[in-house]
């Protein structure tokens, strides 16, 4: 089975089994469904959503039948996964998050960084990119901006223009 990462539990919240999330995913309705399928770390435990909830810019995740600090503990700094059958397909020049993560970013076919993670914002999302010398940037994710994205080679060309970068 394929699966697409949609977030990493960073922590647990309050005694009752609450995991602190970073969220990967631009369908958080979607991904984390009650009593949908989630897979948890890289032996991709299933686990079944019992809640989630937005907290001060993280998700809080529960667990079914894991409502308690002790059970969930274990989980900390574990990546999330979905089954890939259970995602709706994306229409062309659409990508996932998780996809974009980690992509070398070029200009004029020059290496200028790599993409830290998208970003949601209200009226487009932002690319975060990690450059050469370790300073970061975001560059908005629209076709002003992004020349084409090419998984197969794990890169994004972004054009050029000043201030951009």
Known sequence: MEYVLIGKIINTHGIQGDLKVDN??????????????????????PF???NIREHQGFLLL??????????????KNKYIYKAKQDIKPLKKGEYYFSDLRDLDVYVDDELI????????????????????DD?????????QFIQKVDLDNKRIDVIKMEGLL
């Open 48 to 50: 079944k959503v019992k």
């Open 113 to 132: 960084g790599t993409v830290l993670r998208v970003e949601e914002a209200v009226r487009n999302n932002n690319l975060r990119i990690k450059k050469l």
């Open 62 to 75: 529960r667990l079914q039948d894991n409502e308690d600090i002790n059970l969930v503990e274990k989980h």
């Open 135 to 143: 300073s970061e940037k975001l560059i908005p994710y629209l076709p």
């Open 24 to 45: 990967y995913s631009d369908f958080v309705k979607d991904r984390y469904q009650k009593d949908s399928l989630i897979y948890l770390g890289e032996d991709y435990e």
